[in-house]
């Protein structure tokens, strides 16, 4: 087989339906953000505004969590130098986990080194070494629960999204001693709508499914010490697992199921994908930690972020560009097309210096391709104005749909 021209065709196929993805190349600058710089391929550079980053806070540059990381360097070197069970496990591992658990109202907590590894090694191990277990997974599931839900060879059924009926409806299939599992997320984080935790959790009680929610778009930014939707509707108590990252509104990286002890103990004894592979770097957790406690205690930056939403969402209202309503920090900005989304993209890009990605198939359906944009404490008025005049003004060159403005 001719290898090289099977990967060209391959990749001509993406361009020629616009779903060929360019990565932009940033250096993101200490103190500046949202503010970085774009590296061209021609070698110049570009100030440019980023407006689709999951560093939903700016806890990325967070005095505290800079801080906690050059000291936690100073102090203890680059990596961890293992596995955790061989010679990986520092003190600040430790120290971050009983953080997480203390903020999700948990026992215990385990950490992975990122969320998607969370999301893949605990559901792969809940349904493989769990007898008999059957999953019910939301449609709109990310990819690293559906990777680990195949993964675990267990049976599957995939319900409507949010639509607690049909899950009701395949969970009635099932005797009450066939184990279940219910996996879902709070935030999905293309369309911004959240689930219905509540009526999601009772229909599980009732057909005795354990429940596990991925909160990786609501942690640090919803309730009051940032634990989530789940923590902000009382509901923490009644899942039997939250997933979360340490990567978006906690600005660093890593991920991490909280549930009881002996779940976190099974998965930290069973799941591949925890043991096989080297700890986090101790500066790493030690950064996460720094921003888990601060979003604990400070509801600054959560209403920052909130109010910016709004006066974002307003603007685009008032100039007439069609956003997807919805009750989370998200504003997917309706394009409907991969090849026009990509054009404004770049458009935004070259004569603004305004980086928001478009989103694409197979990320989001084909015909409702979109650019997703993500508001922060860190986008002042000036950013916003700037932001929704170029929409504005490529919407009007491109002749583009326009919903009836509203003030
Ligand atoms: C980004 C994302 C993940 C993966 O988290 P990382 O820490 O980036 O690996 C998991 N679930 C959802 C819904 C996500 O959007």
């Known amino acids: 087989m001719n290898f090289e021209a099977h990967f060209q065709a391959a990749l001509d196929g993406l361009k020629e339906r616009g779903n060929y993805r360019v990565f932009a190349e940033l250096q993101r600058r200490r103190g500046d953000y949202p503010h970085a710089t774009r590296y061209l391929p021609d070698g110049s550079t570009q100030d440019v505004t980023v407006w689709c980053s999951n560093d939903y806070l700016g806890m990325g540059q967070h005095p505290d969590v800079l801080t906690a990381m050059h000291e936690e360097l100073d102090r203890s070197g680059a990596g ?24 999700h109202g948990k026992e215990a907590a385990l950490l992975f080194n990122s969320g998607y590894m969370s999301n893949w090694a605990a559901l792969s191990t809940l349904a493989s070494k769990i007898p008999g277990c059957v999953v019910f997974s939301d449609a709109l599931n990310h990819a690293s629960m559906i990777e680990g839900i195949r993964h675990s060879r267990a049976k599957f059924h995939v319900f409507k999204h949010n639509d607690v009926e049909d899950l ?69 108590g009644r899942l039997t697992v939250i997933e979360g990252t340490l990567a978006k509104a906690y600005g660093v990286v890593g991920g991490y199921i909280a549930g009881s002890k002996a779940l976190c103990d099974f998965v930290r004894s069973f799941a591949s994908g925890f043991i ?66 990509k054009m404004i993209s770049d458009w935004l890009m070259e004569h603004h210096g305004i980086y928001v990605q478009p989103i694409n198939y197979p990320t989001v359906p084909v015909g409702t391709e979109r650019l997703r944009i993500t508001p922060g404490p860190v986008h002042s008025d ?7 005049k170029a929409l504005s003004d490529i919407w009007g060159q491109c002749a583009l749909h326009r919903v009836e403005a509203a003030a």
Not at 198 to 227: N, S
């Open 80 to 103: 961890s130098g293992g596995t955790r069970n061989i010679s990986g496990t520092m003190h600040v591992h430790r120290l971050l986990e009983s953080e997480l658990a203390d903020l």
């Open 168 to 236: 009701d409806r395949l969970l009635s299939q099932y005797g009450p001693d066939v184990p279940k599992l219910v996996a879902f997320e709070s935030v999905y984080s293309m369309d911004g709508d959240i689930a219905p935790i509540k009526e999601i959790c009772d229909v599980a009680d009732k057909h005795g499914a354990m429940t596990y929610i991925d909160e990786v778009h609501a942690v640090g930014m919803y309730g009051p010490r940032g634990g989530g939707v789940a923590e902000r509707e009382g509901l923490m």
């Open 276 to 341: 096989f592979s080297t700890a986090l770097p101790p500066a790493i957790a030690a950064g996460a930690l720094a921003s888990v406690k601060h979003l604990k205690e400070s509801p600054f930056e959560r209403k920052r972020q909130q109010e910016r939403v709004q006066k974002v969402r307003a603007a685009l209202r008032a100039t007439g560009i069609p956003q997807m309503e919805n009750p989370s920090h998200i504003i997917p900005v309706m394009v409907g097309d991969a090849k026009k989304a």
């Open 382 to 388: 000036d950013d916003i104005d700037r932001l929704v």
